[in-house]
């Protein structure tokens, strides 16, 4: 990172400082490539919460992702993307570039340090890592005409074979770029896709993202197929450049335009299939009335541990970004009884994809249709208001604007007493937690309860003996006042959802 340090900083001075944070980007992940499947495996034993000796679901998980780390070697090639399956888009020895339009040198080295973590997650080792100030992005190159050829030699000198720049390219951006640095240039929203392709295991959970993947290649065919044509017939582009330009010609983009249009049809059918399943459960628990509590937040921010502390549900947890994908339920209960459920969701991210936030709707909804959410936030992070905003964007476009929301800042044991001091001015009500050591966590199931709408129905009953089903419901799903075995069955006075009350009105002592 030396040569490049020294180039930045002498044509934007600001660069320099961004040096130390970036330096700590790199190491994310303690420092290990990430492409070496035992050596990470072994280095994220100490850094996984929960016993190591009995496998839990989330454990056995993360052993089956780690196993199919990438392995080294295997250079990214410049092939056809529409002939190679999309999710192998092979990165591996990667140069990040960014271009910060607004906001301070902070933001901008946040904003790289988190391609940097994106990147790693991934599965890709960052070498070097740039930024440019600039009022606005080049229409041509991303980057300007100076900072690209700065880039080529950064690429040269430390031999990456993939450059990925923190934003959403055009395509024909994408391929400009390309031109001058000579090896493939990747966007932050292809990077997102890759990973949620690596990290998805149900069926849902595939589908939505193959049909983010296809909708963002849809618009890209052309590009691609331009870029690769130039690739053979050498630099200037257009229709001079001789056996390569007739590569990929206008017949197969139109074929893999219709592959692939249908390909998206299919898929929407199939998900709005397992979409209805879904919806069938959600029906049911509603029926019974079971209030529904989401667990949303910034993707790493510690969700799946808080449900995992809360539940003991074993739920996959990573030092590594996005690694939920599929929902989660789990049945938990408040202190004084009443049931409710408690679901894990995908994280969000700044700059959610589009495609992403489209074909994961229905995962979504369930945040969007919950009776309150648990916005857990990563009190270590440098900049957690940046990420709430973020969370409370993707809010706002799924529709979950209006559900209760309680603050729960994760992670104090690992925070930064000044940023916690911020927070607190801000978000009077938040609750500080550590799912790690289990701190303020009596405190947050406390205000759990509270914030639960209480159930609607008072009852009074005496249930025979022969009922016994319906006593072992009200422990289930209600909330007891008191109980008492009698001679004609057991007298019960509870607050219970709607059927239930229902059904022990049957045996309510007559008022006559
Ligand atoms: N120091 C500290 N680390 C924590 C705490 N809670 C979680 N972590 C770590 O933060 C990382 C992310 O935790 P997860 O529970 O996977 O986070 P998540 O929000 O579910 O992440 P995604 O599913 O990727 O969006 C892991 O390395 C955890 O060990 C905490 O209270 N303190
Ligand atoms: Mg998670």
Redesign the pocket.
């Known amino acids: 990172m030396n040569t490049a340090d020294t180039r930045g900083s002498s044509e934007h001075g600001h660069e320099a400082a961004g040096e130390d944070a970036f330096r700590e980007a790199i190491t994310i992940g303690d420092g290990v490539d990430g492409t070496d499947a035992t050596r990470r495996a072994e280095a994220d034993g100490d850094r996984h919460d929960g016993p190591r000796n009995t496998p839990d679901q989330g454990e056995m998980e993360l052993a089956e992702r780690h196993a199919l780390r990438r392995v080294q070697g295997l250079s990214t090639e410049l092939t056809d993307i529409t002939e190679v399956e999309y999710r192998a888009l092979r990165l591996e020895r990667v140069v990040l570039i960014g271009v910060w339009t607004s906001g301070n040198q902070t933001d901008a080295d946040n904003s790289l340090t988190e391609l940097a973590a994106l990147s790693e997650t991934a599965g890709a080792l960052v070498l070097e890592g740039l930024t440019q100030r600039r009022s606005k992005p080049d229409p041509a190159t991303y980057v300007g005409k100076g900072k690209a050829a700065e880039l080529r030699d950064i690429v040269e000198a430390t031999g990456a074979d993939t450059v990925i720049c923190d934003g959403e390219l055009t395509p024909g951006q994408l391929r400009q770029l390309e031109d001058v640095v000579k090896v493939k240039v990747v966007d932050r929203t292809a990077l997102i896709l890759d990973i949620f392709a690596q990290h998805a295991s149900s069926s849902e959970g595939k589908a939505q993202v193959e049909l983010a993947q296809l909708s963002y290649l849809l618009p890209r065919l052309r590009g691609w197929g331009d870029s690769l044509s130039r690739q053979a017939g050498g630099s200037g582009g257009g229709a001079g450049g001789g056996v390569g330009t007739r590569g990929p010609g206008e017949t197969k983009i139109e074929t893999d335009r219709r592959r692939i249009n249908d390909k998206m049809a299919k898929l929407r059918r199939q998900l709005a299939h397992m979409r209805t399943a879904r919806d069938v459960k959600r029906d049911v628990r509603r029926t019974r009335e079971v209030p529904s509590v989401a667990i949303a937040g910034y ?2 921010a510690g ?3 808080l ?1 995992n502390r809360l539940t003991g549900a074993g ?4 030092n590594a970004l ?3 994908l599929d929902p989660t339920v789990r049945q938990a209960r408040t202190p004084d009884g009443r049931g409710f459920t408690l679901s ?1 969701t ?2 969000f991210v700044r700059h959610l994809p589009h495609q992403l936030v489209e074909a994961f709707r229905s995962t979504l909804e369930e945040v969007a249709d919950s009776d309150l959410i648990l916005h857990v936030i990563d009190g270590s992070h440098p900049d957690p208001e940046s990420q709430i905003r973020a969370v409370h964007e993707v809010f706002a476009d799924i529709e979950a604007g209006d559900v209760p929301e309680l603050i729960v800042v994760n992670k104090v044991d690992a925070a930064d007493p000044d940023v916690l001091k911020v927070l607190r001015t801000r978000y009077p009500t938040m609750v500080e937690v550590s799912a790690r050591t289990g701190e303020g966590v009596p405190e947050l199931v406390a205000a759990l309860a509270e914030a639960l709408p209480e159930l609607a129905h008072e009852v009074n009953a005496l249930v025979p003996y022969t009922r016994g089903d319906l006593i072992a419901k009200v422990h289930q799903e209600g909330r007891i006042i008191s109980e008492e075995h009698t001679g004609d069955g057991t007298a019960i006075h509870a607050f219970v959802p709607e059927l239930l009350a229902a059904k022990l009105n049957e045996y309510a002592p007559s008022r006559a």
């Open positions: 993707t790493n969700k799946s541990s449900l739920v996959l947890v990573e996005f690694a939920t894990d995908v994280g």
